[in-house]
């Protein structure tokens, strides 16, 4: 009697286990048909130097050598730059100081209006606004001229 419950036991786990793999295998199978239709794979093939030198450049961005090469072609056909972390974070903080610099202009306006003394500021304030956009452009595309003198020194 207790051989037979436990053959009984046995066979009915035995039965949920294949259930479970057939329904892994209907899930995977359908994940898969899923992720086709919104991700294409494509495969590249390089030599242990030139994967050495995507995984040292990856590093620098915080990235996997995939998403560099991925990046850097976006970025390549789209005309911006790929900008690593470090200068990442010192741009924005450039951008941050230029908006304080401009906020305390304002605030020497503001002051000169009320004791009715003019300041340039009105000059300063456009020059600086010029250069935070300036800035900000030069973060987003690279300059044409730039890359060209770049090629014709290529040999």
Request: hydrophobic share 35%.
């Amino acid at each position: 009697m207790i051989n037979s419950t436990i053959l009984s036991t046995k066979s009915s786990l035995n039965r949920l286990i294949d259930l479970k793999k057939v329904q892994r295998v209907k899930y995977l199978k359908d994940y898969k048909l899923k992720r086709k239709k919104h991700i294409k794979e494509l495969k590249i093939t390089l030599s242990v130097k030139e994967y050495e030198v995507f995984k040292k450049e990856a590093t620098k961005y915080g990235i996997t050598p995939n998403k560099l090469i991925i990046n850097q072609a976006l970025a390549y056909k789209n005309s911006n730059y790929l900008v690593p972390k470090s200068i990442d974070e010192d741009l924005k903080q450039l951008i941050f100081l230029f908006r304080n610099i401009a906020n305390n202009i304002n605030q020497i306006a503001k002051h000169s209006n009320i004791f009715k003394k003019l300041i340039g500021t009105n000059k300063i304030v456009t020059n600086l606004a010029t250069l935070e956009k300036s800035v900000i452009e030069f973060i987003k595309k690279p300059l044409l001229s730039s890359t060209k003198e770049d090629d014709s020194k290529k040999p």
